[in-house]
């Protein structure tokens, strides 16, 4: 299996809660992205989305989306943060260069973060895929069961 992939990203808008509705409308925002950047996975349905527990992630509304547009999608399992990629890798490589500095503007920060998105590479992000196989399969293999995890990064 390879990773030739779309990474999405949206700041969420100052005061804006992140709930069904909102996320709704970023799910459309990544439906049309991948609709523009790989139209033979779009038509095909030859991608996964990769969400976690978060109330907005399922909620009925979401869901209904999901299957209104043909998203084929993975939920995490409750109580298995190391099947995220933001925590095991993506927070990490945002957090070399933001840990210990201070900012006065949200706008640093996010221009800070850009940066940092921007500089991870392709090969970095098949890195992680094939981290976040690994530990999808650790998971199985322990049938849900508590596993002490190893970070590997």
């Given at each position: 299996?390879?990773?030739?992939?779309?990474?999405?990203?949206?700041?969420?808008?100052?005061?804006?809660?992140?709930?069904?509705?909102?996320?709704?409308?970023?799910?459309?925002?990544?439906?049309?992205?991948?609709?523009?950047?790989?139209?033979?996975?779009?038509?095909?349905?030859?991608?996964?989305?990769?969400?976690?527990?978060?109330?907005?992630?399922?909620?009925?509304?979401?869901?209904?989306?999901?299957?209104?547009?043909?998203?084929?999608?993975?939920?995490?399992?409750?109580?298995?943060?190391?099947?995220?990629?933001?925590?095991?890798?993506?927070?990490?490589?945002?957090?070399?260069?933001?840990?210990?500095?201070r900012?006065?503007?949200?706008?640093?920060?996010?221009?800070?973060?850009?940066?940092?998105?921007?500089?991870?590479?392709?090969?970095?992000y098949?890195?992680?895929?094939?981290?976040?196989?690994?530990?999808g399969?650790?998971?199985?293999?322990?049938?849900?069961?508590?596993?002490?995890?190893?970070?590997?990064?």
């Amino acid at each position: 299996m390879t990773f030739d992939g779309l990474v999405h990203h949206e700041f969420v808008p100052t005061g804006q809660m992140v709930n069904k509705e909102f996320y709704k409308t970023v799910l459309q925002r990544l439906h049309d992205a991948v609709r523009r950047h790989h139209p033979e996975k779009w038509r095909s349905g030859n991608w996964i989305l990769h969400h976690d527990i978060a109330p907005a992630h399922r909620a009925v509304t979401t869901n209904k989306f999901l299957a209104k547009h043909n998203i084929p999608s993975l939920p995490q399992p409750p109580y298995s943060p190391d099947l995220a990629p933001y925590d095991f890798f993506l927070f990490p490589q945002l957090k070399k260069t933001m840990k210990g500095r201070r900012f006065d503007y949200v706008e640093d920060i996010q221009a800070n973060a850009m940066r940092q998105l921007r500089g991870i590479t392709k090969s970095d992000y098949q890195r992680c895929f094939h981290q976040w196989q690994e530990h999808g399969n650790k998971c199985i293999r322990a049938q849900g069961h508590y596993f002490e995890g190893d970070k590997t990064n």
